[in-house]
Structures are given as C-alpha cells and as structure tokens.
C-alpha cells in the first residue's frame, strides 16, 4: 500500500465479482464471495430522467488500489456478508479506470463507477 492509500483508504467497502462465463442470455454464471477492499468514495446523481426515458448515471465514485474490479460486479459502500449483492443492496460497476501511483509509484489507484 502507497503511502498517500496508507492515510487516505479507510472505509470498507464490499465487492462481489461476476464470475467467468455467461449462461444461454448472456448473464453472468453468478458472483464469487463478497470481499471487503479498503477504500474512499463520493456518492453522486443515480438516475436522470428525460423527455427519452431514464438515462444510467454515476451513483458511486470509489477510490481503492484493489485492482481485479470489473464493469458487472457489484460494489456496496461499507461491509457485507450477504452471498446474493443485489439482495445486499449492492450497484452495479459500470466502468474501472486506473491512475498511476504519482508519489511512490508502488501500487495503481484505480476509481470504481456505479451505476443503477
């Protein structure tokens, strides 16, 4: 852990990863046990609604250094041991980008982008 996470990720959150594979519709087999990662995070806007219909926007915005998070999983902002994220109340992450470790050049951050 960088330095900057060392101070900077101390909330829990937690994630279930889809796991590899996808059934006859193309959903997901399921989703692996939930993990808890080390974190920060901001909320934003869930859901715009226009003259169109309803448009997904950003939920969640979490900053973390755990990398093997995916667009599918599910992400909930503090613990949880639940097995099923929907029923844990969980968002779907909708994008992953990563940013390089600028001071120590240790460990990438990466911001996680929930969506509803």
Same mark, same amino acid.
């Given at each position: ?16 990863r889809k +796991?590899? /594979?996808?059934?006859?519709?193309? $959903? %997901? ?5 939930? &993990? ?7 909320g934003g806007?869930s859901?715009?609604?226009g003259?169109l ?5 950003v ?5 973390t250094?755990?990398s093997?998070?995916?667009?599918g999983?599910y992400? +909930?902002? /503090?613990a949880?041991t639940?097995? $099923? %994220?929907?029923v844990?109340?969980?968002d &779907?992450?909708?994008q992953?980008?990563?940013?390089a ?7 990438d951050?990466y911001?996680?982008l929930?969506?509803?």
């Amino acid at each position: 852990m960088s330095a900057t996470a060392n101070w900077s990720y101390t909330a829990i959150a937690t994630i279930w990863r889809k +796991l590899e /594979g996808t059934d006859e519709y193309g $959903d %997901p087999l399921g989703y692996a046990e939930p &993990e808890q990662i080390l974190c920060d995070y901001e909320g934003g806007l869930s859901k715009r609604v226009g003259s169109l219909g309803a448009e997904i926007v950003v939920k969640n915005t979490v900053w973390t250094e755990f990398s093997l998070a995916d667009a599918g999983d599910y992400l +909930l902002i /503090g613990a949880s041991t639940e097995v $099923d %994220p929907v029923v844990a109340g969980a968002d &779907e992450v909708r994008q992953v980008i990563r940013y390089a470790d600028t001071f120590d050049r240790l460990t990438d951050d990466y911001a996680i982008l929930t969506g509803v």
